[in-house]
């Protein structure tokens, strides 16, 4: 009949997949069964072993995949091998929600870096904060409790060393549960951060890498000896460039990142290209004259990215928008 056996999820990267957890969770009732997966099962050998391999010797009956995996070493390759092993195979069912679900693997295959989604609270007038260095409270706490969920989806946060100053921030997740653990990244090119920076006292809970030139290196050797003895990773660029900043986090397994400002990192996200998603959290009030923009020297409106429907969180409304790409 027509009845669930069995369900998964990968976890992490190196963890099971999850056409196995979803096996493991099955068992024997798998045997003669329908497989539905949101992305094609892998056929080589990485971290774990090939899923074809598994689903072959479960004895299941076909397979449904809604899309195709974009890795090198696969694109094609599981659907071929599960049909040349007598299992049918569709793909194609709910290829849209199934692409987004992939989205930040799918970013780290076709363009070598993660998923990124550039996020600000602001006012109705687009800034954050009422002047220059000053730290402003604008959204309520349904935001907050959002901000949180989001955080605990991703794999790191990244903020510029202007934020770290001004707001001293944890960049932990806060009041949900995390599987994995969170990266922090502090893009602080003039080796500002400061030793006693509260982000430092959480590498417990994940790595905190400094992403700065080697210039930057060079010219303030004791402030990088002081951040690598308080915890810190030192990332060592040979110039200023958030695109190859970016790629360079896929090596600590980051696929899914978020860019939550301030407003110089934002504006250099922006004009690297690298931003794929903007979600702002606006509260009802305005800064007016002096206040700092979402984003320095300019940027898009909030109402000229478009995006989905807004939604109200308490008294603050959350707009998203993807940005288009063809890559």
Known sequence: GDRVVGRGYHVRAGAPHAEVMALNDAGEAARGGRLYCTLEPCAHTGRTGPCVERIVNAGLHDVVVGVEDPNPRVNGAGIQYLRDHGIAVSVGLRRVEATRLNEAFFSVQRRA????????????DGCIAAAPGERTAL?????????HRVRAWVDAIGVGSETVLVDDPLLTARGVSRTRPL???????RMRTPTTARVLTTTDTGPVVVMTTEAAVDAW??????????????????????????SRLVAYDVSDMLVEG??????????????DRVRFYVAPVTLGRGAVPWMSDGGPSIAALGGGEPRWLGDDVLVEADVQRTD
């Open 262 to 275: 301030g407003a110089v990192l934002h504006r250099g996200v922006w004009d690297a290209d690298v931003v």
């Open 139 to 147: 959204t309520g706490p349904e935001s907050a409790a959002h901000a």
């Open 183 to 189: 990266v922090r990244v502090l893009f602080d090119t």
């Open 113 to 124: 870096r993660p998923f990124v989604t550039m996020k600000a609270a602001v006012s109705l």
């Open 221 to 246: 050797p004791a402030r990088a000896a002081g951040l690598e003895a308080a915890g810190a990773l030192i990332e060592a660029l040979p110039r200023r460039d958030p695109a190859l900043a970016m």
